[in-house]
Every structure is written in structure tokens, then in C-alpha cells.
């Protein structure tokens, strides 16, 4: 281990190497006096001499023991950084960064970093626009704003204060409706009308949950910069998939023209009364908050696709070619663990990600009961308002879970497959102890997007949600036909009928 100083081999962690000490000077070597003056003689020299040597070499072995056991140190750290999945990273100034940086990025790591920051960038500033969360933007990183000071954060207060009192406004409305006292003859038709509103407004609290788990954003993009910095050199001409890089300008049609239009038509043409108006910043906010972060999450979950389709390639060709060798493939397996690690990150908002499922699954009951409930009764405006809303939650779920099961089927399918296609015949032992292991931390690490553990996210996840909505339907089905085959409320009854409430559009 030659040289001393300080020498930083991976990002926060230093190995310290030793400086061997220099050989200690004879006892009987002083001022005045010289080696073999006196009672010096040759076999005396050669003494010294041998201890001399002696010293070096254990000053040497001690210098290797301090470099092994910094390594182990360091080795630990970087132990615990990936079992915690949260490591620190260090800007310039020593400040921990609570974003992704490029500063210390190569240049392959910047241009991926572009690359990503493009498609997350508009909708990111679609939800500060709106006031969902106080972001700080800059080139190319993506900032969390929470200084009391700061304007963003002034602007988001004024519009949490202005959707809360549209919420309440709503809850206000139809409040009375939702109540089950007997004297209450309000059908099961406008109940589940006044139940679906009241169940819009109230994923303002998916908004609280996403707030409390923020923290947890910020490790997945420390991690997602470390990745950049070890594997950027093993991503080749990355360049994302058009359906990826389509998305944010979706969310950006829907935030600014076709959701406002949706709630213009809801509130015109079939709400009734002088106060509907006001439930309009609620109902707004509430579908610009749920579709942006419905879509940032599969944007996530594309972008990762795409880094890893790219790496695959790259394994792939180099496997074709016949020039691997046991390191270059330990990178890629070491690689392929650092995308498994992201891909796990992808569910690091569990309450966040879970409430917005069953969110989902409310919605889409309920607005396939007033669809059909709508269409018999010649509803129009109303039917395609609701035919339209239960189109976006069916097409929201099935996009959450397609991009997860596409990402789990790259992250296993792309990466095994090329490998179990190798003959293992004639490569050299190190080759073949990295080729199998690569093969078995595949096979018994597979990458899946999970939510604590209770919701896994694949095509077969759909199924399962389907098949409970449809339950749902057949109870309140159940529910229309007891409720029509009740005798007529008394004359002093409280009448709420569905087209009172609502305009017979």
C-alpha cells in the first residue's frame, strides 16, 4: 500500500493508507560520533542493519493492517448506507442536499441526469403552480422549498387555505344527504351522488400523507444520485421511450384544459344552487393533484425501465461479443442491485401510494353506479360526466400497475435470460463464480414495486381490484332495489330525489 494521505475511493468514504515509519537510528550513533567508530565492528553493522530491515518490514505490515482495517470501516459504511437505502450525500458547501445535484456527476452522469430532469421538470412545475407542494426549481435539480420565507411556500398556504374552504363548502352541501336518521328520504341514487363528491374532495388528505412521507422522496433521489455517479459510465446513449417523454405534456393538457373544462360542465350544467360555484377550486385542485402524481409515478417507473432496457442491451451485447470478464460482469451485477434498490425506492410513500389506490377503487365504483344509474334514467350531461371519470380511474390504475409489471418484467426477464443463454462451458473459474451468482441474485431477488409489504403492483393486481369493484357494484345494486321496492316516504318527510339536487341533464 504505497503512498499516504487520504484517498477517496467511493462517495463519503475515505480508505487512510499509512505512511510506512521511517527505520529508527542506532542507539550508539550520536554527535561526534559515526557507525563503526569505537566499539563498533562489523558484526555489530550487521545487526543493526538486520534490525533496521526488521523495523521497515513491521512498520510496512502495520501500515497494511490500518489500510485493511480502514477498508473494513469503509466497507461497513457502505453496508449500512445500502441497507438503510437513505445515505447522505455531501454538496460542496457540507450541506446534505435534498435534491439531485450534478456537480459531482461525469459527464455521462449529467447527461442522463438531463435527460431525466426534462421529463420530470413540467410536472413538477404543474404541482407549484397549483400550490400542491413549495418547489424550488433549478437546472437540473429539483428542490424542496420549506423555508417560511420562501414565496413558494406563502403561495401554498393561500391555496391550501382556499381548497379547504371549498371543501368544506362541499361537505357543507351535502352533508344533509349523506345523513341515515328516517327522516331522511333521499334515494340511494343521490346519496351515492353526494357520497362521490364528498369522496373527491376528500383526497385532500392523500396530499397531508404525501407531505408527512416527503423525506423519504428525497432518499430515492440521493439514491438514484448515487447510481449516476458509480454506473452512468455503463449507460450507453440513453434515450427515452416516446410514451415517457409524452406523459408530462398529458398531465399538462389535463391540468390546464381538459380537467377545468370538466369541472365546468360538472358545476354549470349538474350541480343546482347559487353556491356551486365554490366547490369548483376543490374539485380542480383535486384532480390536477391526483393525475400529476399518478403520472410522476409512472414516469418513475418508465424512466427506470429505460435505464434498465439500456443496461441490459449493454450486458447482452458484451455477452454476445465473448469478451467478458469476471469484473466487467460484477459491475453489471452490482449495477443490476443498485436499479433493484430504485425499483424497491418506487414504493418508499406507502400510506401515500396505498390511500391513493383505494381512493381509485372509490372512484370507480362509484361512478360506474351513476353511469349506469344515469344512462337509464336519459341523463346525459351527466352520464358523460361520469362515463368520462370512470374512464381516468380505469385508466389510471391500469397505468400504475402496466408500467410497475413492465419494470419488474425488465429488471428479471432482460437480465436472466442472456445470462441462463450463456454456455458456462470453458469460461475460467472467476467468470463462472460471477456468471452463477449474478444468476442467483436474479432469480431470489426479484425486482417488484411493493407498498409496505400489502399491495404489489402487477397486471394481476388489476384483477384483483376489478373483481372487488364488481362486488361492490352487485351490493349497491342490492342496496337501489330495497331502497325502490320501500313504501313512499310519509307527506312531512324531508324529499331529496336526484333531480332536486342535481339538474336533470
Known sequence: MAGGGNNKVLPGV??????????????????????????????????RASRSRVDAEEADVGGRRLSCLAGAVAAADLERRAESGCGK????????????????LDEDGKRVLRAIARVVRPIVLVLAIYGVLPVRLSCPALRISVHPLRSSLLYVVVMQVLV????????????GLLNTEAD????????????????????????ALWWTEMHKLRCHLRDLQDFLRRHSHMIVALRLQPLTRAMPWFAWFFSFAAGPCMIIVWSVYILTGTARFTHCV??????????????LFGVACMVLRDLA?????????????????????????????????LTANLGCLPLTCVALIAYIMIMITLSAYLALVSYAKNYVVLFVC??????????????????????????????????????????????????????????????????AGMVTLKRSTYISVMAAITTYLIVLFQLRQSDEALPAPPPNATEAPLNAVFSQH
Open 184 to 207: 331522511t328520504a333521499a334515494g340511494v341514487d343521490t346519496r351515492i351522488m353526494a357520497g362521490l363528491s364528498v369522496s373527491h374532495v376528500s383526497s385532500h388528505l392523500i396530499v
Open 386 to 451: 361520469s362515463i368520462t371519470l370512470h374512464a381516468m380511474c380505469q385508466m389510471a390504475m391500469i397505468g400504475i400497475c402496466d408500467a410497475a409489471h413492465r419494470l419488474s418484467d425488465v429488471m428479471t426477464y432482460s437480465f436472466y435470460e442472456p445470462l441462463e443463454a450463456r454456455s458456462w462451458r470453458g469460461l475460467p473459474a472467476d467468470l463462472l463464480a460471477e456468471h452463477q451468482q449474478f444468476l442467483h441474485t436474479i432469480s431470489c431477488n426479484p425486482a417488484e414495486v411493493t407498498f
Open 89 to 104: 450525500a455531501v454538496a460542496a458547501d457540507g450541506d446534505v442536499n435534498t435534491g439531485i445535484v450534478a456537480d459531482d
Open 282 to 295: 376543490s374539485h380542480l385542485y383535486q384532480h390536477v393533484f391526483v393525475t400529476n402524481f399518478i403520472v
Open 14 to 47: 475515505y480508505i487512510v493508507h499509512a505512511t510506512p515509519l521511517a527505520p529508527r537510528a542506532p542507539a550508539d550513533v550520536g554527535p561526534g560520533r559515526s557507525p563503526g567508530h569505537g566499539r563498533d565492528s562489523l558484526a555489530d553493522a550487521s545487526v
Open 164 to 175: 379547504l374552504l371549498s371543501s368544506h363548502a362541499v361537505y357543507q352541501a351535502y352533508s
Open 309 to 341: 432496457a439500456n443496461l441490459a442491451s449493454n450486458l447482452k451485447r458484451e455477452l454476445a461479443f465473448g469478451h467478458m470478464t469476471a469484473s466487467r460482469l460484477e459491475e453489471f451485477r452490482l449495477a443490476w442491485l443498485s436499479l433493484r434498490a
